[in-house]
């Protein structure tokens, strides 16, 4: 794959707004496909995971065997992008999880869920995103989880409310709120980059 040429980024189709990822993806100059199957791995230069409900993102993982072959993809050093149940997705430890709820991991980081979610269920808010250029980032929080504390190869791109809300670490991003609803599609356009690059 040359810099210039259209990476293949998957969007983790188990559950969840994958419908808004490919639309994003495809709009920031990937070809955009999704993804059920473990083989289908074998055929992406990047993957989204996106927004939903992780608990039942988790329990399809395992019943669609793809929760080890995911793991092991990202060990190897797949970019991914989670948004929201995605940020919870690619933690390596998380809060307020269900007792059985298993995450791919990826990122050194704790995330807790659904901390944003019982005051205000759903809000926006403007994001200043490290990064991104352009003035700050439409941020929509949905039940959104945040990130209590991040180890040391952790960059955070964003907070919120003194919460972070957005990390990266290696060709690992990770948000709380969702691009993918906003029609803004600079933070994909900020993964499909970290995907050419790796590419
Ligand atoms: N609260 C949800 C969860 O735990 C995430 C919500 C979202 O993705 N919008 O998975």
Redesign the pocket.
Known sequence: MSPVSTPVVGVLALQGDVREHLVALAESGALARPVRRPEELAEIDGLVIP?????TMSKLAVIFGMLEPLRERVRSGLPVYGT??GM?MVADKILDGREDQETIGGVDMIVR??AF?RQNESFEAAVDFAGVEGGPVDGVF????WVESTGGAVEVLARHRGHTVAVRQGDVLATSF?PELTGDHRVHALFVNMVRAVG
């Not at 927004?51 to 608990?55: A, D, L, V």
């Not at 949905?142 to 989880?145: C, G, H, S």
């Open positions: 927004g939903g409900e992780s608990t929201c149940a919870i869920r659904n979610g949905i039940r959104a989880p969702h």
